[in-house]
Structures are given as structure tokens and as C-alpha cells.
């Protein structure tokens, strides 16, 4: 079933620890996004990409990156994870080929702790 | 300022009733695009409509239906007949026209709980 993919699915982590989250599509969207959902927040931005080796920066980037080095693969790294990032993870991606953007699709979420 | 807000933290309403999740959004793009996503207890995003800002005509889909309004920046979104399947958090979310990309600004969500 095309779509997207996020791996894991959950993660206990301890705090100070690098940790990557990993998103693939199957759908050959040229954008994709990473995002956060926190309980009365929604969804926020962390990181974009329109096009495959260009990235960007979201509303809320800080201890994030990313990196964009085909169209399938976004992952998300936290380079020394704080417990301020536990959090919901959403990998979306939408599809600008033919002029505008398509809705987002998103994948399933990754459930991330840290302690 | 772009932002969208749904003021409904939460609802709850019993089988059969008719709800409204509001949606009011703020922008200075002239075009701009409004989703509505629904989340159910499995967590993932499911996508329900999408209007731009040139096309103010309502759209009905079974038992849902958007009422779209430039006139009160207002995008809200109707159950009719409400089902326990409807029990879920539900997004609208902004699109700016003048955005390079398909990045999305989310409103806070609104939980609707549907009690049989």
C-alpha cells in the first residue's frame, strides 16, 4: 500500500542521547515535512524539504535536523534529545509537480519519550 | 500574522446530534488553501477537504459538510447525524498562497467525543 513510513513507531529515550527518526514515502512526493503535535499546540513545523537535497526550517527547529538525500528518505535527528522533546512525530509529504501542493499525507507517527 | 484557531478545546455530544467544530484563521494572502484533517484514537492523520480561498462555495460529503466565509475568516466544519466513528481530534489547518511550500499552520485541534 503506497504511503508513508515512520520507524519506530515508539521510543523511550534517555535524555543527552542522538536518536533519528526515520520516514520513507513511496508516492515520489518532490516535499515533505516533519511536524510535532503536543496537547493544545496542534501541529507544529520543525523541518521542510521541496526537493530532494534542500531542506528547511519550520516554526519550531531548535535540536533538530535533517537531511533530504533522495526523494524517498526524510529522517529527523535529535542530536542530544531533551526531555522538552517528547513529543508526537509526523512525517508528511504533498506533491507541487503539476503547480501547487496537494494535501499532506502523512504517516502513522512515531510516539517519542525522553527521560 | 498567519495562524488558525479552533476555540473548541473539546465537545461532546450524544448519537444522532448535529455538531459544529469552528475554525478562524488569520492571514494577509489573498490566496490560500484550508484543510481539515481528522485524527482517531489510532493516531494518524487522515485527510477530509481542502478549499481555496477563490472557491467560497459550501461542500457536502454525506454527513459532512463546510461552510466556508472569507467575509469572517471562518472555515467550520459540520457532522450531521453524529456516529461513535466520528469520535476523534479534528485539525483545520492554513496553507498560505504565497508560501513556496506545502507546509501547513494547524490549529489547536478539537476533540469531539460522540456518546452512544
Known amino acids: 500500500i503506497a504511503g508513508i513510513t515512520q520507524a519506530p513507531t515508539s521510543q523511550i529515550l534517555a535524555a543527552g542521547r542522538r536518536m533519528t527518526l526515520r520516514c520513507t514515502q513511496d508516492?515520489?512526493?518532490?516535499?515533505m515535512y516533519w511536524y510535532r503535535q503536543d496537547l493544545g499546540l496542534g501541529l507544529r513545523l520543525i523541518h521542510y524539504s521541496n526537493t530532494a537535497g534542500t531542506t528547511g526550517k519550520g516554526e519550531v527547529p531548535d535540536g533538530y535536523s535533517v537531511s533530504r538525500a533522495n526523494t524517498d528518505d526524510f529522517p529527523l535527528t535529535l542530536a542530544s534529545a531533551v526531555p522538552s522533546q517528547t513529543s508526537v512525530y509526523f512525517c508528511?509529504?504533498?506533491?507541487?509537480?503539476?503547480?501547487?501542493?496537494?494535501?499532506?499525507?502523512f504517516g502513522q507517527g512515531t510516539r517519542l519519550t525522553v527521560v | 500574522a498567519q495562524k488558525v484557531t479552533q476555540a473548541q478545546t473539546e465537545i461532546s455530544v450524544v448519537e444522532k446530534e448535529d455538531v459544529t467544530l469552528d475554525c478562524v484563521y488569520e492571514t494577509r494572502d489573498t490566496t490560500y488553501y484550508l484543510f481539515w484533517y481528522k485524527q482517531p484514537p489510532s493516531g494518524e492523520l487522515v485527510f477530509l477537504i481542502r478549499?481555496?480561498?477563490?472557491?467560497?462555495q459550501n461542500e457536502i460529503s454525506g454527513r459532512y459538510s463546510w461552510n466556508f466565509q472569507k467575509s469572517t475568516s471562518s472555515f467550520n466544519f459540520t457532522i450531521t447525524a453524529s456516529q461513535v466513528v466520528d469520535s476523534a481530534v479534528y485539525f483545520c489547518?492554513?496553507?498560505?498562497?504565497?508560501?513556496?511550500?506545502?507546509?501547513?499552520?494547524f490549529g489547536q485541534g478539537t476533540t469531539l467525543q460522540v456518546k452512544p
Open positions: 508516492m515520489r512526493h518532490n516535499a
Open positions: 489547518a492554513l496553507k498560505l498562497g504565497s508560501s513556496n511550500t506545502g507546509k501547513l499552520i
Open positions: 508528511a509529504s504533498s506533491d507541487s509537480s503539476r503547480g501547487g501542493h496537494t494535501e499532506a499525507f
Open positions: 478549499r481555496n480561498s477563490f472557491d467560497e
